[in-house]
Nanobody, 115 residues
Framework: QVQLVESGGGLVQPGGSLRLSCAAS????????MGWYRQAPGKERELVAT???????NYADSVKGRFTISRDNAKNTVYLQMNSLKPEDTGVYYC?????????WGQGTQVTVSS
């Protein structure tokens, strides 16, 4: 099994920045593509960004140019650097790890963008 623990969320003003971390209990080199998802109040969970073992990244159109996903294989950790935050970025952010046909999720970390 894979355990994922997110951290780094909090309250930030519009235009501010946060860095989220996702610590995995196993080597992330065994996981083809780690991902970040978010769920805003009253909305469905949506894909934010993914990163492969080859460090290829993909982003939702809504966050391109503002968010950056990265990984530290030695620390088994995936990061999401969020800049120029907007109120619509508010939500619970979840780390995701697909492995051997099963999708693992962290507990989520709350991000609130408000003045």
């Amino acid at each position: 099994q894979v355990q994922l623990v997110e951290s780094g969320g909090g309250l930030v003003q519009p235009g501010g920045s946060l860095r989220l971390s996702c610590a995995a209990s196993t080597s992330i080199l065994t996981i083809n593509a780690m991902g970040w998802y978010r769920q805003a109040p009253g909305k469905e969970r949506e894909l934010v960004a993914t990163i492969t073992t080859g460090s290829s990244s993909n982003y939702a159109d809504s966050v391109k140019g503002r968010f950056t996903i990265s990984r530290d294989n030695a620390k088994n950790t995936v990061y999401l650097q969020m800049n120029s935050l907007k109120p619509e970025d508010t939500g619970v952010y979840y780390c995701n790890a697909p492995l051997l046909g099963f999708s693992y999720w962290g507990q989520g970390t709350q991000v609130t963008v408000s003045s």
